[in-house]
C-alpha cells in the first residue's frame, strides 16, 4: 500500500489560512489502512480545524466527506458538486489523489494534507516498511522475494557489501541487512547459487518521469468495437 | 489519550485540560477526588480559552 503521514497541523492550517468554507476529503484505501487519512483521521483534522477556527476568531465552514479511492475518476465524480461550494479542499489522499482532485476541480484549490512516503507493508500494528522502489526492473524472483533495492539501504544488486553485521546494517543496528535476509530465505527455497549471480548495472533509465503505461491489448479491443 | 493531548495542543488547548480516569461505580471517594483535580487544573489554566471568544 501506499503509506502516508499528516503533515503538522500548523502548515496545514497555514496552507488554507485564506479561506472560509473548507472540504476535508479522506481517501478509503492505502492512507486509510495506514490511519493517516481515512475517514478517522478526516475527523479529526475537522475537529481541530474546527477549533483553531474557533480559537482565532474566525468564521471557517468545515465540511467532511471520505471517498473509497481519490486515485479514480469514477469515485471523486459524486463529490464533485458538494466539493465546487467550498473555497477550497483539503486531500488527506496521497499526491496521486491531490492531483487527480485537482485535475478534475480545476477552479478550486487542493492543499495536501499529507506526505506521501513510500510503498509498504504493515509489519506490525503502527509500523509500516517500505518495501518497493518501484524500479520498473524487478529481480525478486532472483533474490528470495526480497527487494534489495528497497530493503538495502545502499540499494545494492549485488552484495552483501562488507558492512553487513551479523544479520543488521552498518548503517543502523535497527535495520536488518537485506542481503543476509536473502541468502536465508535463497538457502530456505535450496536456491543459494542465484547468490552468485551477478546482477548488471540498474536500468535506471526506466523510471523517466512522468511513467505512462499502455494495455495494447485493451486500447485494441476497444477501437475494434467501436470501428468494426 | 495522550494522543487526544496531543491534538489539542497542535490547536493551541492545553492538553490538561482533558484527563481519563478509570474507576469502578462504587468508587465515590476516587471519583471527587479526580473531579478537585480537574477543578484544580481548570483553575489553574484559567477559563477555556474557546469559551473567552464565545
Given at each position: 500500500?501506499?503509506?502516508?503521514?499528516?503533515?503538522?497541523?500548523?502548515?496545514?492550517?497555514?496552507?488554507?489560512?485564506?479561506?472560509?468554507?473548507?472540504?476535508?476529503?479522506?481517501?478509503?484505501?492505502?492512507?486509510?489502512?495506514?490511519?493517516?487519512?481515512?475517514?478517522?483521521?478526516?475527523?479529526?483534522?475537522?475537529?481541530?480545524?474546527?477549533?483553531?477556527?474557533?480559537?482565532?476568531?474566525?468564521?471557517?465552514?468545515?465540511?467532511?466527506?471520505?471517498?473509497?479511492?481519490q486515485?479514480?475518476?469514477?469515485?471523486?465524480?459524486?463529490?464533485?458538486?458538494?466539493?465546487?461550494?467550498?473555497?477550497?479542499?483539503?486531500?488527506?489522499?496521497?499526491?496521486?489523489?491531490?492531483?487527480?482532485?485537482?485535475?478534475?476541480?480545476?477552479?478550486?484549490?487542493?492543499?495536501?494534507?499529507?506526505?506521501?512516503?513510500?510503498i509498504?507493508?504493515?509489519?506490525v500494528?503502527?509500523?509500516?516498511?517500505?518495501?518497493?522502489?518501484?524500479?520498473?526492473?524487478?529481480?525478486?524472483?532472483?533474490?528470495?522475494?526480497?527487494?534489495?533495492?528497497?530493503?538495502?539501504?545502499?540499494?545494492?544488486?549485488?552484495?552483501?557489501?562488507?558492512?553487513?553485521?551479523?544479520?543488521?546494517?552498518?548503517?543502523?543496528?535497527?535495520?536488518?541487512?537485506?542481503?543476509?535476509?536473502?541468502?536465508?530465505?535463497?538457502?530456505?527455497?535450496?536456491?543459494?547459487?542465484?547468490?552468485?549471480?551477478?546482477?548488471?548495472?540498474?536500468?535506471?533509465?526506466l523510471?523517466?518521469?512522468?511513467?505512462?503505461?499502455?494495455?495494447?491489448?485493451?486500447?485494441?479491443?476497444?477501437?475494434?468495437?467501436?470501428?468494426? | 489519550?495522550?494522543?487526544?493531548?496531543?491534538?489539542?495542543?497542535?490547536?493551541?488547548?492545553?492538553?490538561?485540560?482533558?484527563e481519563?480516569?478509570?474507576?469502578?461505580?462504587?468508587?465515590?471517594?476516587?471519583?471527587?477526588?479526580?473531579?478537585?483535580?480537574?477543578?484544580?487544573?481548570?483553575?489553574?489554566?484559567?477559563?477555556?480559552?474557546?469559551?473567552k471568544?464565545?
Amino acid at each position: 500500500m501506499i503509506v502516508g503521514e499528516r503533515k503538522p497541523f500548523d502548515e496545514i492550517k497555514e496552507m488554507v489560512q485564506d479561506h472560509k468554507k473548507i472540504m476535508i476529503l479522506g481517501c478509503g484505501t492505502c492512507v486509510a489502512v495506514c490511519m493517516a487519512g481515512g475517514e478517522k483521521e478526516v475527523e479529526l483534522l475537522a475537529a481541530q480545524m474546527r477549533l483553531a477556527a474557533k480559537l482565532d476568531g474566525k468564521n471557517v465552514e468545515v465540511m467532511e466527506d471520505t471517498v473509497t479511492r481519490q486515485c479514480d475518476r469514477e469515485y471523486i465524480e459524486p463529490i464533485l458538486e458538494k466539493a465546487r461550494e467550498c473555497d477550497a479542499v483539503i486531500s488527506m489522499a496521497c499526491g496521486v489523489g491531490v492531483q487527480l482532485l485537482s485535475d478534475l476541480i480545476e477552479e478550486i484549490p487542493v492543499y495536501p494534507a499529507l506526505n506521501t512516503r513510500f510503498i509498504g507493508t504493515n509489519e506490525v500494528e503502527g509500523v509500516w516498511l517500505e518495501r518497493c522502489m518501484m524500479c520498473g526492473d524487478c529481480v525478486l524472483g532472483k533474490t528470495g522475494g526480497i527487494c534489495p533495492i528497497a530493503m538495502c539501504a545502499k540499494g545494492l544488486v549485488n552484495g552483501p557489501c562488507g558492512g553487513t553485521n551479523k544479520g543488521k546494517c552498518e548503517v543502523s543496528n535497527e535495520k536488518d541487512c537485506a542481503w543476509t535476509l536473502i541468502y536465508r530465505r535463497l538457502e530456505k527455497q535450496g536456491k543459494l547459487d542465484n547468490i552468485r549471480e551477478i546482477f548488471p548495472p540498474k536500468k535506471y533509465g526506466l523510471h523517466v518521469n512522468p511513467i505512462r503505461q499502455v494495455n495494447e491489448a485493451y486500447l485494441h479491443a476497444e477501437m475494434e468495437e467501436h470501428h468494426g | 489519550m495522550k494522543q487526544a493531548k496531543k491534538l489539542l495542543e497542535e490547536v493551541g488547548i492545553e492538553g490538561d485540560r482533558v484527563e481519563m480516569y478509570n474507576m469502578g461505580a462504587s468508587d465515590a471517594p476516587l471519583f471527587a477526588a479526580a473531579v478537585n483535580e480537574m477543578t484544580e487544573r481548570a483553575r489553574t489554566l484559567g477559563p477555556n480559552p474557546l469559551k473567552k471568544r464565545g
